[in-house]
Nanobody, 121 residues
Framework: QVQLVESGGGLVQAGGSLRLSCVASGSIFRINDMRWYRQAPGYQRELVASITLSGSTNYAGSVKGRFTISGDNAKNTVYLQMNSLAPEDTAVYYC???????????????WGQGTQVTVSS
């Protein structure tokens, strides 16, 4: 079993910055895929950014150039640096990992608990 714990959300003015963190603990051989999703009230959960073991990154068009995803494999942690925040970025942000377990080698999906990001105008 793997647990993901998020932190870093809060209230910020438009144009401001915030950095989200997500750390995983448990039986982990490697984390093959790390992603950030977000969900605003009344909207579908959407993929914001992702990063693979190779370091390849992808971003939603709405955040490209403003957000940066990065990982610290030694600490089983993924970050989302959010700059030039706008009210449209207001949502609950969730981290998501695909974890290959140390025992058995199978891969499983895990979600963080979510952290609220609110951007005021």
């Amino acid at each position: 079993q793997v647990q993901l714990v998020e932190s870093g959300g809060g209230l910020v003015q438009a144009g401001g910055s915030l950095r989200l963190s997500c750390v995983a603990s448990g039986s982990i051989f490697r984390i093959n895929d790390m992603r950030w999703y977000r969900q605003a009230p009344g909207y579908q959960r959407e993929l914001v950014a992702s990063i693979t073991l190779s370091g390849s990154t992808n971003y939603a068009g709405s955040v490209k150039g403003r957000f940066t995803i990065s990982g610290d494999n030694a600490k089983n942690t993924v970050y989302l640096q959010m700059n030039s925040l706008a009210p449209e970025d207001t949502a609950v942000y969730y981290c998501y990992y695909i974890v290959q377990h140390e025992v058995g080698g199978g891969s499983f999906q895990y979600w963080g608990q979510g952290t609220q990001v609110t951007v005021s105008s």
